[in-house]
């Protein structure tokens, strides 16, 4: 029999409308499946907090699905479940973000109420404390677990307290208890806009008709206040080789994380950081760092390294769960495998393996729904351009043994980490 | 959508379902033995086997099937559940094959070397001691062991600490020689693929693979419970946790889907759908009690539990918790649930059902598990037997099941924190 052709989103596929205030829709159609995907985002995240009261920007994503000025709690969220459709918000360091999906049938209340939401919430005192007693037993209980301390531990060593990425977007336990619903109503105010929004759908419907009920719901919305970007130090990575202990009684296992401040997504090496740390900590059973603390040395049942740069520069790390008398070891280890991606060329054959891994995933990555529309909005998100897809292949084998022994140097120290471990 | 379902000489299932949406294929093989059929002091050993699969055979040697998949950009993992072992593979179509030859060579020729084995040995002590980490982890393995006293499901899958430290390379050996057999198997292949030319490279990998009689696993019924228990766990911490379980039914029986209602109106849908409007989000979260509801059964081959999860905020007890749990199934014993409740039961089901077939692994996982469970219609007629429901069988399991002579309650009582053993550094301390 003759299989289908199968092609990348591109130009070609997604269809790309700015509406007249500044909101960009893309639509790319999968008539394959009968839901319907939505992603988007607007520049609302959690660096636009008051740095003593973090937790402003995702409390207030939060608070739109907790009513408006035509529907209140139970209206609203019933609106979404009555017809088995969800719509989530979620705060990021730079966006908020949304995400959502519905039957093709029910697209258009989908739309309707996400329009509802971003448009007309209301703060009301007892949606936000219960939200605020809700944050505060999860963090209590985050405050027992070993691998969120010690992921803490090193954002708050790498980042300095006069920096948004110092503090937990979530808020922590204290500045919680200092937000407002008035903090809520005027950071909504201030920093919801169509200008700079994106809204990307994938599935079942034309991107005439999907494109026509976003309009509908969304076109005539206009912010004319002022939105600032706040400004930030300079990053500057660790000097020393540094190590903070969280101690949390009755745990059997610690966490260690050790790390530095890895790339943006904007920065020119960021492709060849990506395939640095996937020889490190990725590739195959987690690269480097899985082969020796797992395979060879039987540690850990997870140890791995993670690139988390986005529109700004997050953290390039190696995290390992280990038993405590194993946690110098494990350090000792971990810090060998970085010096060697720092000192020497990785293998043609490294190389080779990752760039095929890079390029071999997409139509993994672009199997759902959620993947195509999750993969356009970074495409718009980080200035790629829709035909990203089409030149990745060419662009990850442009990558040389040098580029990625630059990069890692450039980012990494063996000798200039931080260290965070706690159990 | 026509499935080709067929057996091989050696007794190997195969059912294959083509899927063109993508250019991708999933193929899952799944062996018919998981933790509950593992005898005391052998805890753990199908997860431990399964863990060893991936150590490597002489045409395979360590890492290197890791690799082959990553470059082609595929995906591949395996899991161990109470009641079965699956291993998937899911690869652009056009390298489908090396999952095939994968699997077919470690289906007899895993090594079991025996410092690969010590060595994993730690990996697994190492996961289960992550596990423990968590004081969840504490709460719902008293809950299982309270409500099974014969059965195996009355062990988590990891095990238990004592038979990890003990179990001996030649334990997990004998284990893989006798139920990882053709006649014990299920291929499940979903994807981009013509189904005839699939079940050629199918017969071809795995039609020479010896014939053996399939083995007969180890089961003992679990007797009825005589009466409500109750299990207390400490541990230290600040959050309270409050479970209710009830014993119910095995997934392919009727009254688990009248069940999986009851559960949709107390707590929601799931499957990517919210609860908040369910019955328990409006009574735990709108009046601050509760951080967190959740609920749920597993698919399960013999009768297991459905059980609901209570994070308690600060200031509430365990019992104010309960009484607000117990009143709201009292009156769907004594009331039922409305028409509308019903109704949209149905519709998030429904919905949750198109998400989960975007992808061609959640479709061949679904089948694979349908065919352990011994219903192989059990995921295709599922929404079919959900809308049979009715407003009556709703009161009437609620009645039959969510009974006290049923009921296992746990209570995890944090002890809180020992400020002598708590510190974080704030200063920071240089070493070099």
Request: hydrophobic share 40%; charged share 20%.
């Amino acid at each position: 029999m003759t299989l289908p052709r199968y092609a990348l989103p591109s130009t070609e596929t997604i269809h790309e409308t700015v509406l007249q205030n500044g909101i960009t829709v893309l639509v790319y159609e999968n008539p394959a499946v009968e839901s319907v995907v939505l992603y988007g985002s607007l520049l609302a995240g959690s660096i636009y907090d008051p740095l003593d009261r973090n937790g402003i920007a995702s409390l207030t994503a939060d608070a739109l699905l907790r009513g408006t000025t035509t529907r209140d709690f139970e209206t609203l969220n019933s609106a979404l479940e009555d017809i088995g459709a969800e719509l989530d918000t979620s705060t990021g360091k730079h966006r908020m973000t949304f995400s959502g999906r519905a039957l093709v049938e029910d697209f258009t209340v989908l739309i309707d109420v996400l329009a509802d939401a971003l448009q007309n919430p209301i703060f009301v005192e007892n949606e936000l404390a219960e939200e605020r007693l809700k944050r505060t037993t999860e963090l209590n209980f985050a405050h027992q677990d070993t691998r969120y301390m010690a992921t803490r531990g090193l954002r708050k060593a790498l980042y300095p307290a006069t920096h948004a990425y110092h503090y937990s977007t979530y808020g922590s336990v204290d500045s919680l208890q200092h937000i407002t619903t008035s903090d809520l109503r005027r950071f909504h105010s201030q920093y919801y806009r169509p200008d700079g929004m994106t809204i990307v759908v994938v599935g079942a419907v034309s991107a005439q008709i999907a494109t026509a009920i976003i309009a509908d719901a969304l076109g005539d919305w206009q912010n004319s206040n002022q939105s600032d970007l706040p400004i930030f130090p300079d990053l500057s990575p660790p000097q020393d080789l540094i190590r903070l202990d969280t101690s949390i009684a009755g745990k059997i296992q610690a966490d260690i994380i050790i790390g530095t401040i890895g790339p943006s997504r904007f920065a020119d090496d960021y492709i060849a950081t990506q395939l640095a740390n996937s020889i490190l900590g990725e590739f195959g059973m987690m690269g480097r760092i899985g082969n020796v603390i797992r395979e060879q040395l039987g540690l850990a049942y997870y140890a791995y390294s993670r690139l988390d740069g986005g529109e700004g520069a997050g953290a390039w790390s190696v995290t390992a769960g280990v038993a405590p008398e194993n946690v110098d070891l494990t350090i000792e280890k971990a810090r060998d495998e970085i010096r060697r991606l720092t000192t020497e060329h990785v293998s043609a054959e490294d190389l080779d393996d990752n760039q095929a891994y890079f390029t071999g995933r997409l139509p993994l990555r672009l199997e759902s729904n959620y993947g195509l529309a999750s993969t356009i909005h970074a495409m718009i998100q980080y200035n790629l351009g829709l035909d990203y897809l089409v030149g990745y292949r060419e662009q990850i084998f442009s990558i040389t043994r040098d580029d990625i022994l630059n990069a890692a140097q450039h980012y990494f120290d063996a000798d200039k980490l931080i260290i965070s471990v706690a159990g | 959508m026509t499935d080709l379902v067929t057996q091989l000489s050696n007794g190997l299932q195969v059912i294959l379902r083509e899927v063109h949406s993508a250019p991708v294929i999933s193929f899952w093989l799944a062996y018919d033995i998981g933790s509950r059929n593992e005898r005391t002091g052998q805890t753990g050993i199908s997860h431990w086997v399964e863990h060893m699969m991936f150590k490597g055979t002489q045409k395979f040697p360590a890492g290197v099937l890791d690799r082959e998949i990553d470059r082609a950009g595929g995906q591949w993992n395996a899991f161990t559940s109470t009641d079965y072992t699956m291993y998937y593979a899911t690869l652009p179509a056009n390298r489908i094959q090396i999952a095939l030859e994968a699997e077919a060579d470690r289906m007899i020729n895993a090594e079991f070397d025996p410092a690969e084995t010590e060595s994993e040995r730690t990996v697994i002590i190492s996961e289960r001691q992550g596990s423990e980490n968590s004081p969840t982890f504490w709460l719902n393995e008293a809950v299982r062991a309270s409500a099974f006293r014969v059965h195996g499901y009355h062990h988590t899958i990891i095990g238990d600490m004592a038979d990890l430290e003990s179990m001996t390379r030649d334990d997990l050996y004998a284990h893989y020689k006798m139920y990882y057999t053709a006649s014990n198997a299920l291929i499940v292949a979903v994807g981009a693929f013509d189904a005839q030319e699939m079940l050629q490279q199918i017969e071809a990998e795995f039609g020479h693979l010896p014939t053996q009689v399939k083995p007969t696993p180890f089961v003992r019924p679990e007797p009825e419970q005589q009466g409500e228990c109750r299990v207390t766990v400490e541990r230290s911490g600040m959050t309270a946790f409050l479970s209710i379980a009830h014993h119910v039914p095995e997934s392919t029986h009727d009254d688990w889907f009248k069940l999986e209602i009851i559960d949709s109106v107390l707590t929601g849908a799931g499957g990517g759908v919210d609860n908040r409007t369910s019955r328990l989000y409006k009574a735990l979260m709108k009046t601050g009690i509760a951080a967190s509801i959740d609920g749920g059964m597993s698919e399960s081959i013999d009768p297991y539990l459905y059980e609901l999860t209570v994070t308690l905020n600060d200031g509430y007890t365990h019992a104010n918790a309960e009484e607000i749990i117990l009143a709201e199934i009292a009156d769907i014993q004594r009331n039922g649930i409305t028409q509308y409740e019903l109704d949209k039961a149905k519709k998030q089901a429904r919905a949750a059902f198109a998400y989960s077939t975007e992808s061609v692994t959640n479709q061949a996982f679904w089948i694979a598990q349908s065919a352990m469970l011994g219903d192989l219609t059990w995921y295709d007629t599922f929404l079919e037997r959900l809308n049979a429901v009715t407003l009556d069988d709703v009161q009437e399991a609620a009645q039959k099941y969510l009974i006290p002579r049923r009921r296992i309650t746990g209570l995890l009582v944090p002890t809180g924190i020992d400020e002598s053993e708590y510190y974080e550094d704030e200063a920071e301390e240089v070493l070099v």
